[in-house]
């Protein structure tokens, strides 16, 4: 559908007509929010036109029935996309569901955190604090180790994990702190991963994952929805009533149309995850988010104003926080990254300083740019 053939509606209910023009111009502003995150322009072309006419259907996809074959096309397409990108075999469950990571947290420990079990929860920052307090109103939660004594400057080693522990839960990537993890926990255990901040920007290798869950807005899609890939054959389902919306049993069973999904989110992360695959999937993905990570923590570390905050060897390659020594300086350098439209630097409020976030579809001159600006602000005012 045209925008010309749109033109009697709008004339019809006295709107004034619009001409979108649909071009690059929103790629010379960098965005380095943490979230809603940036998303590749190609796939905002795409929706946009789903926006207007989808399938050519005359109808919008905000307006499809869930149920019309096009929708079940779409959802079958994401479910097969996590698939591959994950290599999941028949044992892993592929659900899109809503209510974000935060709905999971106390969702996994009320499906399979047992009344008289344990389960061990790693604490490495804002979120999985928020997960191990939303466990605790469950059953019994053990925090095996935390970072907290060092305002999660790191990830924590050396710790012990409880033989009989039910799974160990933890967050593999910490937008607020810039911390990541690098390696897994050392267990035998199944794990529970919050993937929200790094999901699909690098290989994982699922076999030790009993579940995972990733809020769609950094590298997926849109916020809206949540990804939830979970391996039942590694749990012991918790006996207890779980009400229907939050059993995860109720979803695989209708596979994810127990009731009216989020439509516009899933149909962009099915487009998001058409476009990682056709970048070379996940292999192609570590290798450009590794290149961009390097470029600027090299800039820093080079520098003599900035300073990065997070343990070299727990450094995010999503989220990069540094600081700067003269504090005093902070607003002229949010000013000369916003006067070169590079957004969204301004750290967390919790934290201060600076904040890059550097997803998948942020591209190598969007990293250019900031370092660019980073390298002439130190030039000028370092003395």
Request: charged share 20%.
């Amino acid at each position: 559908m045209s925008i010309s053939r749109l033109t009697p509606i709008f004339d019809e209910f006295k709107l004034p007509s619009f001409k979108p023009n649909i071009k690059d111009s929103f790629m010379t502003t960098y965005n380095f929010f943490a979230g809603p995150a940036i998303l590749p322009s190609k796939v905002i072309r795409q929706s946009s036109e789903a926006l207007l006419n989808f399938e050519n259907m005359g109808l919008s996809i905000m307006e499809i029935s869930h149920r019309s074959p096009q929708f079940m096309s779409v959802m079958k397409e994401a479910q097969s996309h996590v698939k591959e990108l994950l290599a999941l075999d028949d044992d892993y469950s592929v659900l899109f569901l809503t209510g974000g990571a935060s709905t999971q947290f106390y969702m996994s420990a009320l499906n399979y955190l047992p009344e008289r079990g344990n389960a061990s929860y790693i604490d490495t920052g804002a979120w999985s604090s928020k997960a191990i307090k939303e466990a605790a109103a469950i059953g019994k939660v053990q925090v095996i180790a935390s970072s907290k004594d060092q305002n999660y400057s790191y990830i924590p080693v050396d710790y012990a994990i409880p033989s009989d522990t039910q799974y160990v839960h933890f967050t593999s990537n910490n937008t607020i702190y810039g911390t990541q993890f690098h390696q897994l926990p050392p267990t035998e255990a199944p794990l529970i991963c919050d993937m929200s901040s790094d999901i699909f920007s690098k290989p994982i290798n699922m076999m030790p994952y009993g579940m995972i869950y990733a809020g769609a807005q950094k590298n997926m899609g849109p916020a809206g929805v949540t990804l939830v890939v979970l391996n039942k054959n590694k749990f012991q389902k918790a006996e207890r009533h779980i009400p229907t919306m939050l059993d995860y049993d109720t979803h695989i069973a209708k596979g994810s149309m127990f009731n009216t999904p989020p439509v516009l989110p899933i149909y962009v992360s099915m487009l998001t995850m058409r476009w990682i695959i056709a970048q070379g999937g996940l292999e192609a993905m570590e290798v450009r988010n590794s290149k961009k990570a390097q470029l600027l923590y090299d800039a820093i570390d080079n520098s003599r104003l900035f300073n990065a905050i997070v343990n070299k060897k727990d450094r995010s390659q999503m989220n990069v926080c540094f600081g700067i020594e003269d504090t005093a300086l902070e607003s002229s350098f949010l000013k000369a990254c916003t006067s070169q439209r590079c957004i969204g630097i301004k750290g967390h409020r919790s934290v201060g300083g600076f904040r890059a976030s550097i997803y998948n579809a942020m591209k190598m001159e969007g990293v250019e740019k900031l370092v660019d600006i980073l390298s002439k602000f130190d030039r000028e005012h370092g003395g």
